[in-house]
C-alpha cells in the first residue's frame, strides 16, 4: 500500500505560480509511475502531467506544457508539480497518484492504483 498525501494549493492570483507536493509513505516510490490529475466543479477528472520510473520521460497535458512541471525526488519520496503562469481555468482540485509499472496508458486515471486526497487550486482573474 502507498498512502500519498498533497500540499501547496491555494489562491493565486492569474499569472502567479504555485507549487505542489505530494509526499508518500508505505513504499518507495521509485517503484512507481507517478502522476498529476485534477478535476474541476462538475467536469471529470483530467490527466495533467506524469513522470515515469526513476528519471525517465514526462508527459503533459497540451493545455499546461511550458507552464507546468513534474518532477520526483525518490530519495525524499516525494512528487513535485511546479506551476508558473496559471490561469483561472486551472482552478481545480489537485491529485496525485501512483501508478505500478506498465500498468496501462499514462493518460487514464484507471491506470493509477494510489490516489491523494486532493489540494485545492484557485486562480482569480
Known amino acids: 500500500q502507498v498512502q500519498l498525501v498533497e500540499s501547496g494549493g491555494g489562491l493565486v492570483q492569474a499569472g502567479g505560480s504555485l507549487r505542489l507536493t505530494c509526499v508518500a509513505s508505505?513504499?518507495?516510490?521509485?517503484?512507481?509511475?507517478m502522476g498529476w490529475f485534477r478535476q474541476a466543479p462538475g467536469t471529470e477528472r483530467e490527466f495533467v502531467a506524469a513522470?515515469?520510473?526513476?528519471?525517465?520521460?514526462?508527459y503533459y497535458r497540451d493545455s499546461v506544457k511550458g507552464r507546468f512541471t513534474i518532477s520526483r525526488d525518490n530519495a525524499k519520496n516525494t512528487v513535485y508539480l511546479q506551476m508558473n503562469s496559471l490561469k483561472p481555468e486551472d482552478t481545480a482540485v489537485y491529485y496525485c497518484a501512483a501508478a505500478a509499472p506498465f500498468s496501462g496508458s499514462v493518460y487514464s486515471d484507471k491506470s493509477y492504483d494510489y490516489w491523494g486526497q486532493g489540494t485545492q487550486v484557485t486562480v482569480s482573474s
Open positions: 508505505g513504499r518507495t516510490l521509485s517503484s512507481y509511475r
Open positions: 513522470a515515469s520510473l526513476g528519471i525517465g520521460t514526462t
